[in-house]
C-alpha cells in the first residue's frame, strides 16, 4: 500500500518556476515508478512526466520541450516535479501517482498507475 500527499502548488506567473512535492508513504515506495499528471476541467487527465523506480530512465511529454524535470529520493520516499519557464497552458490540477514496476519500465498511461494523491492547483497567470 502507498500513499501519495503532493504540495507545493500555488499562484505563480508566466515564466516562474515551481516546484511541486510528492511524498509517499510505505516501506516499499522503492519498488514503484512514480509519476505526475495533470487535468484541466473538461478535459482528460493527461500525461506530465514519469521516473523510474531507480531514478533513471525518465520520460516526458513532449509539449514540455525541456521545462520540466522528475527526480526522486528514495531514502526520503519523495518525488519532485521542477516547473520551469511556466505557462498559462500549465495552469491545471497536477497528480502524482505510482505503479508496481520493478521488472518494466514506467508507463505513460494513466490506468497503468495503481496510487494517486488527493491532487494540487498550479496556476499560472499571464
Known amino acids: 500500500q502507498v500513499q501519495l500527499v503532493e504540495s507545493g502548488g500555488g499562484l505563480v506567473q508566466t515564466g516562474d518556476s515551481l516546484t511541486l512535492s510528492c511524498e509517499a508513504s510505505?516501506?516499499?515506495?522503492?519498488?514503484?515508478?512514480a509519476g505526475w499528471f495533470r487535468q484541466t476541467p473538461g478535459k482528460e487527465r493527461e500525461f506530465v512526466a514519469a521516473?523510474?523506480?531507480?531514478?533513471?530512465?525518465?520520460y516526458y511529454a513532449d509539449f514540455l520541450e525541456g521545462r520540466f524535470t522528475i527526480s526522486r529520493d528514495n531514502a526520503k520516499n519523495m518525488v519532485w516535479l521542477q516547473m520551469n519557464n511556466l505557462k498559462p497552458e500549465d495552469t491545471a490540477v497536477y497528480y502524482c501517482?505510482?505503479?508496481?514496476?520493478?521488472?518494466?519500465?514506467?508507463?505513460?498511461?494513466?490506468?497503468?498507475?495503481?496510487?494517486w494523491g488527493q491532487g494540487i492547483q498550479v496556476t499560472v497567470s499571464s
Open positions: 501517482a505510482a505503479h508496481y514496476g520493478t521488472h518494466s519500465n514506467p508507463r505513460t498511461q494513466d490506468n497503468a498507475y495503481e496510487y
Open positions: 510505505g516501506r516499499t515506495f522503492y519498488m514503484y515508478h
Open positions: 521516473i523510474s523506480f531507480s531514478g533513471k530512465p525518465t
